[in-house]
C-alpha cells in the first residue's frame, strides 16, 4: 500500500513557482504493479522523485508500509568517474551490507550484467546499454517490495531485455513493480493498474486498458 | 533494513563512511598524481615566500623561524579554504548519489569535510616532517591547543561554507564572488607577514576578519614565545563558528541548500 496525503510539489524556475501537484491525495493498494503513464511534463518524474525520497514535498506526506527501491533509470546513482565494481560496493555499503554479503551482491551484478573487464572500468566509459544491464542488475541484488522503473526496460539488447524480464518476473512473485514507460505495451505486459497523471491531477484506473485510453485521448502517443 | 533494521545513527554512519570511501577512491584512485598535488599544492605555496621573504624577514622575528612560522600560518589558512569551498560546492557536487534514499545531503557535507581533515592530517605530517629533517624545530609547545585551533577552523569553515551554498541557490554568481575572497583574505590574514609589520591603527579592521585571528592563534599555540596582538583572540572566530553553524544548520532544515539555484 502506498498512500499520497495531499502533496504539494512546485519547482522555482526563473518565470515564478510551477506547481507540479497540489493537494494531490491518492491510494495504490497493496500488491500490484503499477505503471504511471502521462504525457512529458505532466509530473510522472516528480512523482518517482517524491517516492523514492530523493526529493520532498511542499506540504502533505507519503505513507507505506513497504520498501521502496531508489529510482532504476540511466542516469544517477552512479558515479561515472568510479568503476562499475565500485558503484556497486557503495550501494551495498549505504544499505548496510557488508564482507561476505557484499562480496555476494558483487558476484550477482557481475553475473548479471555480464560487463566483462568493463565491470572494473569507469562507469563513464559505459555504452547506454551497460549502463542499463549495470543499473539494473544492481537494483535486483537488492530485496524491496516496490520497485521503482523509469524507462529502463526499454534499452539494451533483445538478449538482455529477455534475461532482464525473466529475473523481474521471479522478482516479481514477492515484489510489486512501479514502473514510468510511455511504451503502452510494456504497460499492458506489466502492470495491473495504472495511474494517469495529467494537469495536476492524478486518476487511478484498475482496468489498464480503460488507463491507457485516457492518456491517448489527452493527446498522449499511441 | 535488508541486514535488520538499523537505527538512524547507524545508516548515518553507513552512509558517511561509504562516502568517505568514494571521495578517497575518486580523489586518489585514477592516478598517483593526484596524490601528489595534494601533497604538493601546499608545499609549492609554502616555497615560493620562503625563497623570497625568508632572508628578509629572518630577524624581524625575534626567536621565530620564518619556514615554520610560515607553515603554522599558512596550513590552517588552506583547511578553513579548502572546507570552506568544498562545502560550498558539495550541493552541485554528488546529485546522482542523493537518487538513494539512505544518503542525505548533509551526509555528503559531512563526508567531504571530514575527508579533507584526514588529508590536511597527511599534509600536515609531510609538511612539518620535513621541515624537521631540515632541521627546524617544529614541535608545538602546545599541541591542544593547536588541535582546538584547528577544531575552530573546521568548524568556521564549515559553518561559512553552508551559508555560502545557500547564497548559491539564490544565483550561482554569488559562489564565485565567495572563490574570490579568497585572494584578498590570503594578504589580509597574515600569512607572509607577522601583523606586527602592518600599520598600528589598521589592527581594529583587521581583526574583523576571523581568519587572521585563527592564523595567530594558531602561532600562539604552536611556536614558542610568539605573543598574540592584545586585539586578537578566540572570541571573534568561536562566535562567527557558532552563529554560522547554526545559521546553516536552520538554512538546511528550511532546505535552502538543496534547491537548486534558479
Redesign the interface.
Known sequence: MIRLEKLTKS????RGRKVVFRDLTLEIPGRANVGLIGRNGAGKSTLMRLL???D?PDTGKIVTDG??S??VGL?????G??TGR?NV???C?????RGA?MREKLDYVEEFARLGRYFDEPVATYSSGMRARLAFGTSMA??FDYYLIDEILAVGDADFKAKSRRVFAQRLKQACVILVSHNMNLIRKMCDLVVHLDRGAATLYTDVELGIAAYEGAGGEP | ???GA?TSF??QR??V??LL??EL??RF??SRVGFLWVLMEPVAHLVFPIAVFGFMLERTIPGVEYPVFLTYGFLPFLLFKTICLQTMDGTRA??????????LLMDVFVAKALTHCAVSASVFAVVLGGLALVGFDVLPPSPIELFGVLALTVALAFGLGMLFAALGTVSPELKSIARLIFIPLYFLSGILFPISRFPEDWLPWLAINPVLHLVELSRHAALPDYELVPELGAGNPLALAIASVFMGLALYRL?WLS??A?
Do not use: C, E
Request: hydrophobic fraction near 45%.
Open positions: 519547482y522555482l524556475t526563473t523514492s525520497a530523493v520532498l520498501r521502496l531508489w529510482p542516469m544517477g546513482g552512479m558515479q568517474t568510479l565500485d560496493k557503495f550501494v555499503r549505504i544499505h548496510g551490507v554479503g537488492f530485496d | 533494513m535488508i541486514t538499523r547507524q545508516i553507513d552512509v563512511y561509504a570511501l568514494r577512491a575518486s584512485g585514477k554528488n546529485r546522482g548519489l542523493l537518487s538513494y534514499r539512505q544518503v532546505r534547491r537548486a534558479a
